[in-house]
């Protein structure tokens, strides 16, 4: 998608789509949503890609060249683009056996109109050596790989190595004699987990309450990264992410409430603390949304009457209204917050 909806990027590219949820935050995925809208006919097992043993859909040859004309396009005026890379899946999941077995094998899913079209689904393990063989041929794009699993970056990131051993080292050949594709990304990635990281890959985790920051801003912070950034969206609950800031080194915080059918309501104190705590530590701080609910008053004891899909009040009596997405705006305390971190400047 060129010139995507999402507040803090310049585009979006997904690689391959399905994926499962793993925490709180997941509860009312959109990604998942999305896909069922758009491929409702996919009924069985094999026909959905949601679920960890289900299969991955793989996306188009058109879509896979797009990034190339961000990239020329990045490079002609001189102003970088960033690319949040898989809305509709997980970039660092890990696939399932059962799910890697419908690599290969198609399916017909409608396209509207009475039509279907062809889909393939894939082996994720494939397509990651594909997209980052495709972040290191477009230096113009800052890549956002955004991740519920940071567990798993750097084990994936090493696995990708071995396979472009076993496949060019099986009769011993040294590096140097590898073709010049698979020797360039072996390296690149081997300096990466030694130390530095690529320059145009930021790396970021998806923090909705305390219990993820405490575990998932440990995992992102052992692996190299240019910039690491958060993603508290939809925001559950008050972070602090005081001990974390400095010493692992976050360089942005993007903070969000929920949209669609099912959002849960976000305190505006909890956004406040988060704005608070950047400033604070010179975190970049990016308020997205406040989500489907603007905040309505502080006074309510119970819930008011007459419209009560349209209130949720907190414990502390603060009062939030359902007006949806775009009546709630993305103002806080007057002014829109869009912040972005300091990098290094990659020679163009």
Request: proline share 6%.
């Amino acid at each position: 998608m060129e010139n995507t909806k999402i507040e803090w990027a310049t585009h979006t590219f997904n690689c391959w789509e399905g994926c499962a949820k793993v925490s709180p935050g997941c509860k009312n995925c959109y990604a998942n949503t999305q896909h069922q809208l758009h491929h409702s006919s996919l009924k069985s097992q094999q026909g959905t890609c949601w679920g960890v043993n289900a299969p991955r859909l793989g996306k188009s040859e058109e879509n896979w060249k797009k990034p190339l004309k961000w990239n020329q396009q990045a490079q002609a005026v001189g102003v970088r683009a960033r690319v949040f890379c898989a809305s509709m899946a997980d970039v660092f999941e890990p696939q399932s056996h059962l799910s890697a077995a419908y690599a290969g094998q198609t399916a017909e899913v409608p396209c509207g109109n009475g039509r279907t079209r062809t889909v393939r689904f894939v082996n994720l393990q494939t397509e990651r050596l594909r997209l980052l063989r495709l972040i290191l041929a477009t230096p113009h794009l800052d890549w956002l790989l955004l991740t519920k699993r940071p567990e798993y970056i750097r084990p994936i990131l090493q696995g990708l190595i071995t396979s472009l051993a076993l496949v060019n080292g099986l009769n011993g050949q040294p590096l140097d004699e590898w073709p010049a594709a698979d020797r360039d990304l072996a390296r690149w990635l081997m300096t990466w987990l030694q130390g530095t990281p690529p320059a145009n890959v930021w790396l970021g985790t998806s923090v909705e309450n305390q219990e993820q920051a405490d575990t998932r801003i440990v995992a992102l912070a052992g692996v190299p990264a240019t910039v690491r950034f958060l993603s508290c969206e939809p925001l559950l609950e008050a972070v602090d992410l005081t001990r974390w800031a400095n010493i692992f080194r976050i360089d942005w915080v993007i903070v969000g409430g929920e949209s669609g059918p099912g959002a849960r309501a976000v305190h505006p104190l909890w956004v406040e603390s988060l704005r608070d705590q950047c400033q604070k530590a010179g975190v970049a701080f990016f308020f997205k949304q406040w989500g489907e609910y603007e905040h309505f008053c502080m006074t309510l004891a119970t819930e008011p009457t007459g419209e009560p899909t349209k209130f949720f009040v907190f414990p502390d009596g603060y009062a939030m209204r359902r007006v949806g997405k775009h009546a709630a705006g993305r103002l806080l305390d007057g002014r829109t917050w869009d912040e972005l971190p300091q990098r290094k400047e990659v020679a163009l």
